[in-house]
């Protein structure tokens, strides 16, 4: 059986800016969704830092 390969991304969504509103986020992964990508993870070190959401999809 061979083993699934993937391609990962990083996407920064830094809070206060007009696009890191819950709607133009949730645009921006419905986007990456029709790219094939999948969220996998979100870290914030803390809530004045970008939050990084980590994508992964088949290679």
Do not use: C, D, I
């Amino acid at each position: 059986m061979a083993s699934e390969r993937w391609t990962y991304q990083v996407v920064e969504v830094k809070p206060g800016f007009l696009g890191s509103s819950r709607e133009a986020v949730q645009e921006r992964l419905n986007q990456l969704g029709l790219q094939g990508w999948e969220l996998v993870s979100v870290v914030q070190s803390n809530r004045f830092h970008p939050f990084q959401l980590f994508l992964k999809k088949p290679h």
